[in-house]
C-alpha cells in the first residue's frame, strides 16, 4: 500500500466521503469498514510518521521487532473483533505471561496458586489456596480490592500480602497513587486468579501476536482502492469547527469524519486540559540470546520504572545473540510538550471535563470521536476495534 507523507496542493476534501483523523485501530477499522460496505471514498490523516497508531511496531538497529510505543498483547473474548481482524492477519499462538519480581523472587502474575506456593511456602500456601478455592470457586478472578473487604484473618493474610507486594509500589508508579485512590476498574485489570492458569489474559479464548507484526496488519487493513492514508498531516491545521459544522480546508465538509485523537485538542484546551500519564521508554539492544524467561517481568517491590518487556520472547523471532528490552517510567503528561497521552486517568472530575468537550461537538452530525484518546477510557485494542465496529455500523446503516 501507498503512504503519502503530507497532503498535496490540490488536496480536496470534497473528493472524499469520509476523512479518518488517525491511523490506529479506531481510525482504521473504520476506514477499511466505510471503504469496502458502502464504497466511501476516504482519507486517514495521521500527524506521526507511520501508521498502526500506538501498536506500531518496526524493526530496530539489531534487526529485533519491538513496540514504539509500548508491549502490545492481542488478547479478546470477542469473536466479532476476532474474525474481523483475523481477515488482515494470521496469529501466532503466543500466551503473554508475567512474572512479578518480589525481592528478587519471580511469581507469576495475575497471582494465582503458584504465586501462593513462592509467596507463603508450600504447606501455609496450599492452606491458603484452599481457603480462596472454598470461599470464592477454582478459576475464577477476585480483584485485590474485592479481596481486601473480606472480613477473614486467612484472606485479609493473602490480601495484604498482595496489595503490599504486587500493587501498591507498581501502582503509585504508574499512577502516582495508591490502588485505593484509582478506579478501581484499572485493578482490576489484573484481579488474583484462583486457579493454576498463569497466563496475563486467563481464559481469553483468543490471543497471540499478528504473525507478521502489528504494522503489517495495518497495512493489510488500510490497503483498499478507496482508501488514501497521509502521514504526516495534522488535522488541525486544516479543520475548524464551528458549533454545528466542521470546517475542512476553510469550506464546510459535507461528508463524514471519524475523529480519533484527544477531544481537549481541538479546542486549544480551552476548559482545561484532560489529564493522562505517560511513559518514558527506554530501549536496550544486549549481546545475549535471552535476558529474562518471559514476555515482561513487573517490578513491583522495586527500581523507579514499572516494567521491563523483551520483545523476542513475546514475537517469537529469532535474532541470535541479540535481544532488546524495555524499560517504562511514568509520568504525568503536560500538554504541548510533545510527550504522548497514554492512559486516561479515570476519575470522575476529568469524566465530567471530558463530558463538556463532548458537548461542544454534539451537535456536529457528522463529527464521529472514536477509540482510546476520544472516548477518554483505559481501552485495549479489541474494546477500540469493538467501538470503532458498532460506529461504523450506524454510519454504514445511514448510507447503505
Ligand atoms: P491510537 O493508537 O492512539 O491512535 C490514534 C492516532 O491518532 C495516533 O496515531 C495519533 O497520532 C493520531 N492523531 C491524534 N490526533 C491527531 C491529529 N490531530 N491529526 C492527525 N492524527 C492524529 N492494548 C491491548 O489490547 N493489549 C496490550 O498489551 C496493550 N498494551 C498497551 C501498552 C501501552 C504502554 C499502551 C499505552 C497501550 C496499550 N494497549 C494495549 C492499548 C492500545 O494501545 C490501544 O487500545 C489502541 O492502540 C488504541 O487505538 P486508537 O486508535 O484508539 O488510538
Ligand atoms: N498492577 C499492579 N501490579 C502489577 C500489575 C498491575 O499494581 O504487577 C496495577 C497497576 O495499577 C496497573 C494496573 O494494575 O496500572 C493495570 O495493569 P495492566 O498490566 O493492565 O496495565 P497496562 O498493561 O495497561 O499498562
Known sequence: MQINSGLPEDFNPSAYDMIVVGAGYAGAVCARRLAETVGFRVAVLER???????????????????????????????????????????????????????????MPVPFNHKSLLLAFGEERGEELYAKLVETFGKDVKVPILQLREKNDPDLAEIADYVYENVFLHYTMKQWGQTPDEIDPSVTARVPIFVGDDDRYFPQAPYQGMPAEGYTALFENMLDHDCIDVFCDVDARDIFELTDTTVKVCGNVYGGEVIYTGPLDELFDLDLGALPYRTLDMKFETLDMDQFQPVGTVNYTVSEDFTRITEFKNMTGQEVPGKTTIMKEYSHAYEPGSGQTPYYAILDPDNRKLYESYLERVSHITNFHPVGRLAEYRYYDMDAVTASALNLSDEIIACHA
Do not use: C
Not at 506521526?48 to 518496526?58: E, P, Q, T
Not at 534487526?63 to 496469529?91: A, C, D, K, N, Q
Open 48 to 106: 506521526r510518521n507511520h501508521i498502526a497508531g500506538n501498536a506500531y511496531d518496526y524493526l530496530d538497529e539489531a534487526g529485533v521487532l519491538v513496540h514504539m510505543y509500548g508491549p502490545h498483547i492481542y488478547h479478546t473474548f470477542s469473536e466479532r473483533v476476532h474474525t474481523f481482524l483475523s481477515r488482515f492477519t494470521e496469529w501466532t499462538d503466543y500466551q503473554h505471561k508475567v512474572l512479578a519480581n518480589v525481592h528478587g523472587t519471580l
